[in-house]
């Protein structure tokens, strides 16, 4: 938000439809958007998963020009010079949903902070900032966490193998180490001096914490191996693209991209960006401003507060037509959705069709997207992994800062019995 500039009326002289025409892509676009780059009006199209772009004052195609990024760039660090500017087709820190933006632009700033911006190949938007501070912190945490190392994560099943067979041997190696911890253990047949234990020392520290952080390692490795569906064991379809068309009521056409949307806009002068959105087949447009974000009727540009809960059931119903569905409008966060690592949106709407799987969908009312999904499959995994791997099983584990001190401490102990079973281990490898 804090890098998109005001849309300026004035300067929409084209239509979206116009704008996709230009860009000679057929068909219609899945998703449109309209924002503000490096100063003027810019139509964003999705098709097929791939970003085409139009100016929205021109109507000529988009062409990401040296001018164009930097006054994207400009758009966030104003009043800095520019230390090198070079297309890139990924780096350290532009994976994931990046991908659709390549080329990406990478531009290194001349601040205090070590910024280094990405501005899309695609549709010339900044969509990604670092600082040095950012990149030091991810070195030391994220990229070692998951093994994120550029040679091997940009070959997604590799890096997935790794992931699942390192994390698979390192649960044998600790649930091996249990065992032997427990077979050492004498609880009525004590060692010399009434110790249970047979060590002292940082072999005695291992024991004992082996017997009691083991027991949360073990949990915390078999979650960890979950999250990479080892198997495909409790995958799940998520939100497809099929179910959001259907509850869309259909595709964009001609009409809907046709909507005059300067005129919507009027004197308007914190509007940031429009987003065209069907809901059951009425066509809504979603804007974010300074204040957040806003529903709008496509017609007459009023904000519609929230959708009814009857349209909201009705578009929700034609992605499982003929399937009894249960819906209720939820306040507060149930067992699969909720605040944690991310902002839950509420009210929400909770629609969960009467199926084997108990299929289940959360909407917004207030934006009119699909923003949660549930199955048998998903449930079970929020149970054993997110529960287990990200101590979100319970509302009060997950308030803060109960959640950071019990995490801290459960850290420090888990780094503590590692450190000890390294001092060990270097000990018999000295002794040959």
Do not use: C
């Not at 499959?377 to 584990?397: C, E, G, P, T």
Request: hydrophobic residues 45%; proline residues 5%; aromatic residues 10%.
């Amino acid at each position: 938000m804090a890098w998109l500039q005001p849309l300026d009326a004035d300067n929409i002289r084209v239509d979206a439809w116009d704008a996709w025409t230009a860009t000679a892509l057929p068909g219609v676009p899945d998703a449109v958007r309209l924002n503000t780059v490096a100063g003027r009006p810019a139509y964003h199209f999705r098709a097929d998963g791939k970003l085409a772009s139009a100016w929205a004052d021109t109507g000529q195609p988009l062409r990401v020009t040296p001018a164009v990024v930097a006054g994207a760039a400009s758009d966030a660090v104003a009043d800095v010079g520019v230390v090198e500017m070079a297309s890139i087709e990924l780096d350290q820190w532009t994976f994931g949903p990046l991908k659709v933006h390549r080329p990406l632009q990478k531009v290194v700033m001349d601040d205090e902070a070590g910024s280094v911006l990405y501005v899309s190949g695609r549709t010339g938007e900044l969509v990604r900032d670092t600082t040095r501070s950012e990149r030091a912190w991810n070195w030391a945490g994220s990229v070692i966490h998951w093994i994120y190392f550029t040679p091997l994560r940009t070959h997604g099943e590799p890096w997935r193998q790794v992931v699942m067979w390192t994390s698979g041997v390192a649960f044998a190696l600790a649930l091996s180490g249990m065992v032997l911890g427990i077979q050492r253990l004498r609880l009525k047949r004590r060692y010399a001096g009434g110790r249970r234990s047979p060590y002292r020392g940082s072999a005695a520290w291992h024991h004992w914490l082996g017997l009691t952080a083991g027991t949360v390692t073990l949990t915390w490795l078999f979650s960890g191996w979950l999250s990479v569906t080892p198997f495909d064991w409790l995958a799940s379809p998520g939100i497809t693209a099929q179910d959001r068309l259907a509850f869309a009521g259909g595709p964009l056409d001609r009409a809907d991209l046709s909507v005059p949307v300067a005129h919507l806009l009027g004197s308007e002068k914190h509007m940031l960006e429009l987003e065209w959105r069907r809901v059951g087949g009425r066509l809504y447009l979603g804007a974010l401003g300074r204040e957040g974000r806003s529903l709008l009727d496509a017609r007459t540009g009023v904000s519609v507060g929230v959708l009814a809960q009857d349209a909201l059931v009705r578009a929700v119903q034609a992605m499982r037509p003929g399937i009894p569905l249960q819906a209720e409008m939820l306040t507060t966060a149930d067992g699969y959705y909720y605040s944690h690592h991310r902002d839950a949106k509420f009210p929400v709407l909770r629609a969960r069709f009467d199926l084997p799987d108990a299929t289940t969908f959360y909407v917004d009312p207030a934006s009119g997207q699909l923003v949660g999904h549930a199955d048998r499959n998903s449930m079970w995994n929020r149970w054993l992994f997110n529960a287990v791997h990200q101590f979100d099983f319970a509302q009060v584990i997950r308030t803060r800062p109960v959640w950071d001190v019990t995490v801290i401490a459960l850290l420090l102990a888990g780094s503590t019995l590692t450190v000890t079973g390294l001092v060990l281990g270097w000990r018999r490898l000295r002794k040959g």
